[in-house]
């Protein structure tokens, strides 16, 4: 028996909604690295990990554009675009809370 792919709709995923939740999971990960281990060395740690830190917000500030715009596009699915939002926000939220408490 024959099986026929049907499409009953003209959406697609868009390219800026799945590299902004890329940038997104890279961001998290590499945020959320950065602070295990710098606790795990009880604050003492290397200027790469704060270079880490720097780049992780450039690529969540980027993913969360990319998201936002990814958004206002027509005729798209809008999973994508939503979880990269998540994502780089989450990211974002962290960097506040290690900058608060490094206060």
């Known amino acids: ?3 026929k792919n049907y499409m ?13 939740m890329i940038l997104g999971i890279i961001s998290l990960a590499a945020m959320i690295a950065v602070i295990f281990l710098s606790y795990s060395k009880g ?5 790469g990990y704060g270079f880490t ?3 992780a917000v450039v690529f969540s500030v980027v993913g969360l554009v990319l998201g936002i715009t990814s ?3 027509k005729n ?8 990269g939002i998540i994502l780089n926000g989450v990211a974002l939220v962290l960097l506040g809370v290690l900058l608060y ?3």
């Open 1 to 3: 028996m024959a099986r």
């Open 8 to 20: 009953f709709t003209n959406r697609r995923h868009s390219d800026k909604a799945v590299m902004g």
């Open 43 to 47: 604050g003492n740690v290397p200027a």
């Open 53 to 55: 830190g720097l780049f």
């Open 71 to 73: 958004m206002r596009e």
């Open 76 to 83: 798209q699915f809008l999973l994508f675009p939503v979880i």
């Open 101 to 103: 408490a490094a206060l």
